[in-house]
């Protein structure tokens, strides 16, 4: 079974992040979104707002499950047999980001293959960050992310 690991913060998931995980359904048997928890990092969203809107947005597809994970990803991608990592690239600097990643992984565990996927288009410049600060100062978040998430984020203002 070829089982991917798509790892990320997903603070929150994006149409950028779906646009991805959707293209790549195809390629795998199965897609494990994973969240990783950094105790250096302090997310905006809870960890079980995050997951839930994961499980609302892939609920249909049997393929795709959500989950949460601590320590390293390739650790990670050993625990649950995945022999794949999904990394989305919007562009030339997450490129080299992500290769510089995918090279350590390699030498740590050579039988995990890191494969990239290039954002549509018109998702290029979304990114949670951006979203978060938007979502901060009061904007319109709903043209960058799924309803699942949207609706959500709308239940969560005071």
């Known amino acids: ?94 490129f080299e980001y992500e290769k510089a990643i995918a090279d350590v992984n390699r030498t740590i565990a050579p039988q995990v293959e890191t494969i990239f996927l290039t954002t549509s288009p018109q998702y290029a410049s979304v990114a949670s960050t951006l979203v978060r600060d938007i979502h901060r100062y009061g904007g319109d978040v709903a043209p960058f992310l799924p309803a699942a998430v949207r609706e959500g984020i709308l239940k969560l203002k005071p």
Not at 20 to 46: C, E, H, Q, W, Y
Not at 49 to 70: F, G, H, L, S, T
Request: hydrophobic share 45%.
């Open 1 to 94: 079974m070829r089982i991917c690991l798509f790892p990320g913060t997903f603070d929150p998931i994006t149409l950028g992040h779906t646009d991805v995980i959707n293209r790549a359904l195809d390629l795998f048997d199965r897609l494990v979104i994973g969240i990783g928890v950094n105790s250096n990092k302090t997310p905006m969203f809870t960890l079980e707002d995050r997951i839930a809107w994961m499980q609302e947005i892939y609920r249909n597809d049997p393929r795709v499950a959500v989950a949460a994970y601590k320590g390293l990803t390739i650790d990670y991608c050993k625990e649950i047999d995945a022999r794949f990592i999904l990394r989305g690239i919007r562009g030339v600097a997450d």
